[in-house]
Nanobody, 131 residues
Framework: QLQASGGGLVQPGGSLRLSCAAS????????IGWFRQAPGKEREGVSC????????YYADSVKGRFTISSDNAKNTVYLEMNNLKSDDTAVYFC??????????????????????????WGQGTQVTVSS
């Protein structure tokens, strides 16, 4: 089971840190991804990280502003979001894929993440960026 948390209301330019905690399994041999979905829009892959070697991917829309990291001891993955913009408003989901780092390098090559590659999904956490 995955539990996403940390969403909230923040002003433009502000920061939030999302957490994705796993229970009942570990992140070993997994890729953990963050997706988001805004009203009326398709689900978008934001970032992912390989538990094998820490390889990461970021969507162009968040590159330089968001940082994904993992704490294996806590079985938790974080998404640090800085300089938030109104376009970042969405429900954010974490998801896992039983996969090696090739899934992350595949996202790097394609320039996008595919939701269909991910097997387990947590409930979403709302992020609202508004003044």
């Amino acid at each position: 089971q995955l539990q996403a948390s940390g969403g909230g209301l923040v002003q433009p330019g502000g920061s939030l840190r999302l957490s994705c905690a796993a229970s009942g399994f570990t992140f070993d041999d997994h890729v953990i991804g963050w997706f988001r979905q805004a009203p009326g829009k398709e689900r978008e892959g934001v970032s992912c990280i390989s538990s094998d070697d820490g390889t990461t991917y970021y969507a162009d829309s968040v590159k330089g502003r968001f940082t994904i990291s993992s704490d294996n001891a806590k079985n938790t993955v974080y998404l640090e979001m800085n300089n938030l913009k109104s376009d970042d408003t969405a429900v954010y989901f974490c998801a896992t894929a039983l996969s090696g780092h090739w899934l992350v390098t595949s996202a790097q090559r394609m320039g996008r993440m595919r939701a269909s590659d991910y097997d387990d999904w947590g409930q979403g956490t709302q992020v609202t960026v508004s003044s």
